[in-house]
């Protein structure tokens, strides 16, 4: 490609350059208006510098990302709010045997959750469980916060919906899902097991001391509080630590609510109706048993009468004295527990059903779309709180994204950069493949891995496409693992990393604190030898 103007090149570059700034620190001193403000201001620089025109940067809008990225959002919104993260939680702490077994279930738990609901929710529903079990076990939160976060990067990247660059990778080459997940799993699951072999090094000694003293935090963690902590996955913004200490930590409607107990000043809502029905239900038996001990204390009255004749009217009085609700009311605490697990059960059962579309071959946008909207008609519900903890602003982010990087593609300066690397990074022998993958790798830690793979995606695949059409779909794959992989390498370099850290620091009573140079010292080994173990599993 020719290079462009200069001036063109200049100003693109500017406006580039200040959207990179804002993405790698969003909270930079001089302006920090965060990632998806600076995305769009990237986007509007490219328009106003005319680098692009106005028409360009609506045509480079990918909508089919969009819609496939909307379309699991709300799915993941429905399925925490059928308990799925709930029951993913308690998987942790089933029979579990020690601090080993424990993280290797995290590994394995993150990792598949990850692949069917995005990296990022699974580290926001995840992160206090893992906190919360490790804290009462007594055990040291940081290797399991490691495992939680490093395995979810892993296991997203065998699916295009498991992270927002496969999705733009399965979008834009087109590979099936099917073919996507065939071509990475076994690297993903070798990639996993040899992630938690590095952690169990790594930490096999202070997984391994036994402490007879336990942790005071830990008397006051019930179980149904690791168990039942409950999150909205998708209000996040998946890509800024700032405003990842935003998440609605609480449902919105009474599907989603963790016990029926109501509250005072909540009149005329089915809650409070509910509320009224556990009440009488646990008053009449205590009316029953009060009035019984004031009969027994008059014995002399009626010694020689029968005890069932004593108490037969007592309890009839203290059903009388619910004002005929009772009954109605236990009912309808029945018909509501039915209603929940029936939705439950609709929930799961479209999400299974997307699944197997996706694998069938289906348009991947489409099939997340309906999926969607079928679970909000099956709601039978207004569907504005639902809606609302989808996060728009990361739809906003790529948005602006597209429009930015398209604007810098205009220039030239990519092409060039990769017309001078293409020589020594063809995939058809070791060391090509080797440099291309450490090309991939630096540039996803310090660009992002979603601009990566929009700047290098077309040029990698055109160049392997000029090979076979083997090599093509191979370069994306390399493309789709390599990026993910390279989320692992510092603390940085991922937002499910970002959504960890902060997760744990926040919790409340066992709040932790996870350094950069902690992760930097897992992150370097396990991200070299995952990746280059994976390329050699990779299925073009």
């Keep these: 490609m020719v290079m462009a103007p200069t001036v063109k090149v200049v100003l693109g570059s500017i406006a580039f350059g200040i959207f990179w700034i804002l993405a790698v620190f969003p909270a930079v001193p001089f302006l920090p208006i965060g990632r998806t403000a600076g995305s769009l201001l990237g986007a509007m620089l490219m328009v106003i510098f005319r680098v692009i025109s106005p028409e360009h940067a609506y045509a480079a809008i990918d909508l089919p990302i969009l819609g496939l990225l909307f379309g699991t959002m709300v799915v993941s919104v429905y399925l925490e709010r059928a308990d799925m993260f709930k029951y993913l939680g308690k998987l942790l702490s089933w029979k579990s045997r020690g601090a080993k077994d424990m993280l290797f279930r995290i590994c394995l738990i993150s990792a598949l959750s990850s692949a069917l609901f995005t990296n990022d929710t699974s580290c926001v529903v995840l992160t206090e469980f893992v906190l919360k079990i490790a804290r009462q076990h007594n055990l040291p939160p940081q290797p399991f916060l490691l495992a939680l976060a490093s395995s979810a990067n892993i296991g997203s990247s065998a699916t295009p919906i498991g992270n927002p660059q496969n999705l733009v990778i399965a979008v834009q080459s087109k590979i099936s899902f099917l073919d996507f997940l065939i071509g990475l799993v076994s690297a993903m699951l070798v990639g996993v097991l040899i992630n938690a072999i590095i952690l169990l090094c790594m930490y096999w000694r202070l997984l391994s001391v036994h402490k007879d003293v336990e ?55 089915v809650r409070n109706r509910l509320t009224s029905a556990e009440s009488e239900i646990q008053r009449v038996p205590s009316d029953a048993f009060e009035s019984t001990r004031n009969s027994n204390a008059s014995k002399d009255v009626g010694r020689d009468m029968p005890l069932q004749t004593k108490e037969e009217p007592v309890i009839s009085k203290s059903v009388e004295s619910s004002n005929g609700h009772f009954w109605p009311l236990v009912k309808l605490l029945l018909d509501e527990k039915k209603k929940r697990t ?199």
């Design 215 to 269: 942790d005071a935090t830990a008397e006051v963690i019930a179980e149904e509080d690791v168990t039942s902590h409950r999150f909205s996955p998708a209000t996040l913004s998946h890509l800024s630590p700032s405003d990842s200490q935003e998440f609605a930590l609480e449902s919105m409607n009474i599907h989603s609510s963790p016990s029926l107990r109501g509250h005072p000043g909540q009149a005329e809502t």
């Design 342 to 540: 029936l939705s439950k059960i609709c929930v799961y059962l479209v999400t299974q059903g997307m699944l197997v579309a996706l694998l069938m071959g289906l348009n991947m946008s489409w099939t997340a779309i309906s999926a969607a909207l079928a679970l909000v008609v099956l709601d039978f519900k207004d569907a504005r709180p639902s809606l609302e903890k989808v996060s728009y602003s990361l739809l906003i982010f790529f948005c602006g994204m597209f429009i930015t990087i398209d604007g810098f593609n205009t220039t030239g300066i990519p092409s060039k950069l990769w017309d001078a690397m293409e020589p020594y990074a063809k995939i058809d022998h070791a060391g090509g493949i080797a440099i291309l993958a450490l090309v991939i790798l630096l540039l996803s830690n310090l660009a992002s891995n979603v601009p990566t793979v929009l700047l290098l995606g077309g040029r990698v695949a055109a160049s392997a496409a000029a090979i076979s059409a083997a090599d093509e779909k191979k370069a994306w794959l390399i493309l789709a693992w390599v990026s993910t992989v390279a989320g692992n390498l510092s603390l940085l370099g991922s937002a499910a990393n970002l959504i960890v850290c902060e997760q744990a620091r926040r919790a409340p009573h066992f709040g932790y604190n996870l350094t950069f140079w902690s992760h930097l010292k897992f992150g370097v080994p396990s991200t070299l030898i995952v990746t280059a173990i994976g390329l050699a599993l990779i299925r073009g």
